[in-house]
DNA sequence: TCTTACCTAAACAATT
DNA sequence: TAATTGTTTAGGTAAG
C-alpha cells in the first residue's frame, strides 16, 4: 500500500504542473488544471520545489539502482531501507533524469520503494522547513520595515518593540505548529502539500479552485478570524497599541480551534496576522479588477450593512438573515431575532480586514459561478445550435419535406406564426422558446420535466416527430425533458420504427426508456398511460401471435384521429387552398410548398387537382407522411410492411370512441399526392401525421 | 361556453 | 400469489 502511494505520487506528480493542482486533488479527489506558476517575492516557487523533490526522488533511485548493482555500499537492501541518508541528498541535482517512474517502480521493489520514500520524506520536510523559515524570516523582515515606518510617530514608537516581540514570538509559535503541521501531513503521505502559497497566482487559484473550495476558504478566512479573536482575548491583538500583549503564551492558543487547512496549504489557525495580511492582500491581489464598483449588490448591501446599519434595511428580510441564524458566510451565528441579528451584524462583522477579505473572497465565490454559469450557458448554446441549427438549414425540395426546417427558415420574418405551427429557434441566443411554439423546442416546462404538457407537437401541424427525433435523439436520450409528443404518436412511432412494424407492450417501453431519458423515471404514470393510450385509440390494434402479444398501428385509424374540422369542412379546405390555412406563413415558405408541389403536379394524377389542394395537402401533410406511404405502399402492395389486417391472428378490433369519420370528407387529394411523395429518399421525414382519410 | 384532445389516476379483470 | 397486461372510467387542463 506504500508502496503504491509513493510510485503514485512519482507518478502522478509530474503532471502536476503547480501545488495547487497537488491539493486540490487532495481536498478533492481530483486534480484541476493548474495555471501558470509564479516565483513568490523571489522565493521558492511550488513548482520549484516540486520538481525538486521529483529530482531528487528520481535521483535517490537511480542511487539506490546504481549501488545495487556496483555491490558499493550496500550491503543489503534492508540496511537501504532502515537507513534512508544512504541515498545521497547531494547528487540529487547532479544527474539529469534518466528513469522515468515508471520504470523505477519496475525495478524498485516494494521495499525499496518505500526506503526511497521515507528518504524523499525527509528530504522534503527539511526543505519545506527551510522554506517556511525563509518564508517567515522574510515575513518578520517585512514587519519590522513597516513597523520601522510607522514608528516614526513617537508613540507607536514606543510600543513598537512590545509589538514586535509579541510578533516574533507568534512568528515562532506559527513556525512551530506549521512544521508539525507538515509532519502531520508528512505521516499521512501528503507529500505533495506545498507549504506558504499565499501568492498564489490568481490564474492558478481560479483554476485550481471550484466555488466549495472557495467556500471552505471562506470559512478558512473566518477561522482565521476566530483565532485572531481568540489571541485578541488572549491578548495577542496586535492590531492595537495594547502593551498587555506581552503577556502572550504560545501554549494558550488552543490547538483545539477548529482546524480547515487551506486549500493552497496555508494554515488558517497558525497563520499569523501577518500571514493573513498576506492571504488579504493575496486575495485582493486576484480580485483587484473587481473593484468596490464591482461588489454585487449583496456585498455592496453588506458592506452598507455593516458601515451604515441603516434601519431601512433592518426592517425588511434581511439577505444575511435566516432561519435565526446569521447567513455571513463561515458565520451561522444563532440570532433570535432581527434586533439581535443586526447587533451581532454590526459587532462582529463590522468594517474590518475580515469582513473585507471575506466579502471578496465572497466575490470570488460569485465571480467563480459567474464563470461557471457563463461555461454552462456557452455550452448550453452549442448544444442548441448543434441541435437546431442543422434543421433550420435549408434542404432541397426534392428532399423529405421537412415542415419544421422549412418553417423555421423563415421564422425570423414573419413574427406571426399559426399556433402549432413550428417555432424552432434558429438562433443560439435564443435556445429556449415555449413547447407549444414547436417541436425542436425546449419548452421551460420541458427543460424541468415538470407537469404535463397538453396539446403535443404530433397531431396538429407540427415537426416530424420522425425528423425531430432523428435530430434530437441524443438529447432526449440524455436530458430528463419531456418530449413535446403526444403519447400515443409516440408509441406509434415506436410501433412503425420496429423492424416488422409490431412491439410488445414491453417492447413499448423499453423503446420510451431507451429514447427518452424522461420515460426512466415514473414508470408507473407513463406505463399507465402508454396502456391506456394502447386501449383507448382504435389506432393501436392488439395481434396475437406466436410471441404472443403485439401491437400494430392501423394508420387508417389513425389518420382518422385527425381533427375533424380539418377533413371535413369544404369550408376550411377552400380557405386553405386559397392561403389562408397558411395563416402567416410567409411567401418564400408559401413558395417553397408551391415549388415543392410543382413536381407534384407533373402528375397526371394530380393534373385532375387544383395547385392550392395540393398546397393544402402538403400543409396538412404534417409528420407522418411516410408512415402513411408505407400504409399505402402496404396497401398497394409496394411496401414489404404488412397492415395490421393482414396478420391472420386474432386482431381485437377497438372501437375508438365517436369520432367524426361518418362524416363527409373532401376528395381525396392527399392519396395522389402521397403517392407522388414515394419517391426514393422520402424517408421519416415525411411520414408523421398524413391525413389517411385522403388515402380512401 | 362548448367541444375536443390530451394527460393522469385509478379500478378492475385477464393473463403470465 | 404477484406481476404484468389490457380495459375502462373519471377528472382535469388547454386550446380551438
Redesign the pocket.
Known amino acids: 500500500m506504500m508502496v503504491e502511494s509513493a510510485t503514485e505520487t512519482i507518478r502522478t506528480t509530474p503532471s502536476n504542473q503547480n501545488g495547487v493542482s497537488s491539493l486540490s486533488s487532495q481536498s478533492d479527489g481530483g486534480g484541476r488544471e493548474g495555471g501558470s506558476n509564479g516565483d513568490i517575492n523571489g522565493e521558492i516557487s511550488p513548482l520549484d520545489l516540486l520538481h525538486l523533490q521529483q529530482q531528487q526522488a528520481l535521483q535517490a533511485a537511480r542511487q539506490f539502482i546504481l549501488q545495487q548493482a556496483t555491490g558499493l555500499n550496500s550491503p543489503s537492501s534492508n540496511e537501504v531501507k532502515q537507513s534512508p541518508v544512504q541515498v545521497p541528498v547531494s547528487m540529487a541535482m547532479m544527474t539529469p533524469q534518466m528513469i522515468t517512474p515508471q520504470q523505477m517502480q519496475q525495478i524498485l521493489s516494494p521495499p525499496q520503494l518505500q526506503a526511497l520514500l521515507q528518504q524523499q520524506q525527509a528530504l522534503m520536510l527539511q526543505q519545506l522547513q527551510e522554506y517556511y523559515k525563509k518564508q517567515q524570516e522574510q515575513l518578520h523582515l517585512q514587519l519590522l520595515t513597516q513597523q520601522q515606518q510607522a514608528g516614526k510617530q513617537a508613540k507607536e514608537q514606543q510600543q513598537l518593540g512590545n509589538k514586535q516581540l509579541a510578533f516574533q514570538q507568534q512568528l515562532i509559535q506559527m513556525q512551530q505548529l506549521q512544521q508539525q503541521h507538515i509532519l502531520n501531513l508528512q505521516r499521512q503521505g501528503l507529500v505533495n502539500l506545498q507549504p506558504g502559497q499565499g501568492a498564489v497566482p490568481i490564474q492558478s487559484l481560479q483554476q485550481a479552485m471550484c466555488p466549495t473550495d472557495l467556500q471552505q476558504l471562506w470559512k478558512d478566512v473566518a477561522c482565521v478570524q476566530s483565532t485572531e479573536e481568540a489571541m485578541k482575548h488572549e491578548g495577542l491583538d496586535l492590531t492595537t497599541n495594547s502593551s498587555n500583549t506581552t503577556s502572550y503564551s504560545a501554549s494558550k492558543v488552543s490547538p483545539q480551534i477548529p482546524h480547515h487547512p487551506l486549500p493552497n496549504g496555508l494554515n488558517s489557525v497558525h497563520t499569523p496576522k501577518r500571514d493573513r495580511a498576506r492571504l488579504f492582500e493575496w486575495i485582493s491581489s486576484f480580485t483587484k479588477e473587481s473593484s468596490d464598483e464591482h461588489l454585487t449588490p449583496y456585498s455592496k448591501g453588506t458592506h452598507l450593512q455593516s458601515t451604515h446599519s441603516t434601519h431601512e434595511e433592518h426592517t425588511a428580510s434581511h439577505p444575511l438573515y435566516g432561519h435565526g441564524e446569521c447567513k455571513w458566510p463561515g458565520c451561522e451565528a444563532l440570532c433570535e431575532d432581527m434586533g439581535q441579528f443586526i447587533k451581532h451584524l454590526n459587532s462582529e462583522h463590522a468594517l474590518d480586514d475580515r469582513s473585507t477579505a471575506q466579502c471578496r473572497v465572497q466575490m470570488q465565490v460569485v465571480q467563480q459561478l459567474e464563470i461557471q454559469l457563463a461555461k454552462e450557458s456557452e455550452r448550453l448554446q452549442a448544444m442548441m445550435t448543434h441541435l437546431h441549427m442543422r434543421p433550420s438549414e435549408p434542404k432541397p425540395f426534392n428532399q423529405p419535406l421537412n415542415l419544421a426546417s422549412s418553417v423555421s427558415l423563415s421564422k425570423r420574418e414573419s413574427e406571426g406564426f399559426?399556433?402549432?405551427l413550428p417555432h424552432p429557434p434558429t438562433s443560439a441566443a435564443t435556445p429556449i422558446t415555449p413547447m407549444?411554439q414547436g417541436p425542436s423546442v425546449i419548452s421551460s416546462s420541458s427543460l424541468h420535466g415538470v407537469?404535463?404538457?397538453?396539446?403535443?407537437n404530433?397531431?396538429?401541424f407540427c415537426t416530424p416527430i420522425a425528423s425531430e427525433l432523428a435530430q434530437n435523439c441524443e438529447f432526449y436520450k440524455n436530458a430528463d425533458v419531456?418530449p413535446p409528443?403526444?403519447?400515443?404518436?409516440l408509441i406509434r412511432h415506436a410501433i412503425l420504427e420496429a423492424p416488422d412494424r409490431q412491439l410488445?407492450?414491453?417492447e413499448i417501453?423499453n423503446w420510451f426508456t431507451r429514447m427518452f431519458a424522461y420515460f426512466r423515471r415514473?414508470t408507473?404514470?407513463?406505463?399507465?398511460?402508454v396502456?391506456?393510450?394502447?386501449?383507448?385509440?382504435k389506432c393501436f390494434v392488439?395481434v396475437e401471435n406466436v410471441k404472443?402479444?403485439?401491437?400494430t398501428v392501423d394508420e387508417v385509424e389513425y389518420q382518422k384521429?385527425?381533427?375533424?374540422?380539418m377533413t371535413g369542412s369544404p369550408t376550411l379546405v377552400k380557405n386553405m387552398i386559397t392561403g389562408l390555412g397558411f395563416g402567416s406563413l410567409n411567401a418564400s415558405y408559401q413558395a417553397a410548398l408551391v415549388e415543392s408541389s410543382l413536381g407534384l403536379l407533373n402528375s397526371p394524377t394530380l393534373m385532375n387537382n387544383s395547385t392550392g389542394a395540393s398546397l393544402n395537402m402538403l400543409h396538412v401533410c404534417h409528420d407522418d407522411v411516410s408512415s402513411t406511404v408505407e400504409q399505402v405502399n402496404s396497401n398497394g402492395s409496394c411496401s414489404p410492411g404488412l397492415s395490421p389486417q393482414q396478420y391472420g391472428h386474432h386482431v381485437?378490433v377497438?372501437e375508438e370512441?365517436a369520432?367524426?369519420e361518418e362524416d363527409s370528407r373532401p376528395v381525396s387529394l392527399m392519396a395522389t399526392v402521397t403517392q407522388n411523395l414515394c419517391m426514393p429518399g422520402d424517408e421519416r421525414d415525411m411520414d408523421e401525421e398524413l391525413p389517411t382519410e385522403e388515402l380512401e
Open positions: 399559426p399556433d402549432g407549444r407537469g404535463p404538457i397538453r396539446r403535443r404530433s397531431d396538429k419531456r409528443f403526444t403519447y400515443a404518436s410488445t407492450l414491453n417501453y415514473n408507473a404514470t407513463w406505463k399507465n398511460a396502456r391506456h393510450n394502447l386501449s383507448l385509440h392488439r404472443g402479444a403485439v401491437w384521429r385527425r381533427p375533424p374540422k381485437h377497438k370512441p369520432e367524426m
